[in-house]
Nanobody, 121 residues
């Protein structure tokens, strides 16, 4: 019913930048919050950044000042601009959306398939 499609991952040198995009599509009535999580090998998935429908943002301490989350409500798309990347940012990045499904008017959370970000030193 709902799909999240991510793009923008890749390989970059330390100090470089990448921009991730995630578009939600399907039977969507409204989107509450969207966010990005990441999971490095051998570690738990962690919140990177989130943004509510009204624009309130939240960041992990490790990315504050380097990453910026934004969204286009009309397109149900969330972006993550990542600057000054470090090797420790290497992980699979997952998009998450908290939304109301139009088909059944239920609130649920959806995940993207993940996109690999690798930062070389």
């Amino acid at each position: 019913q709902v799909q999240l499609v991510e793009s923008g991952g890749g390989l970059v040198q330390a100090g470089g930048s990448l921009r991730l995009s995630c578009a939600a599509s399907g039977s969507i009535f409204s989107v509450n919050g969207m966010g990005w999580y990441r999971q490095a090998p051998g570690k738990q998935r962690e919140l990177v950044a989130s943004i509510r429908s009204g624009g309130y943002t939240n960041y992990a301490d490790s990315v504050k000042g380097r990453f910026t989350i934004s969204r286009d409500n009309a397109k149900n798309t969330v972006y993550l601009q990542m600057n000054s990347l470090k090797p420790e940012d290497t992980a699979v990045y997952y998009c998450n959306a908290d939304l109301w499904v139009a088909a059944n008017r239920r609130r649920d959370a959806y995940w993207g398939q993940g996109t690999q970000v690798t930062v070389s030193s």
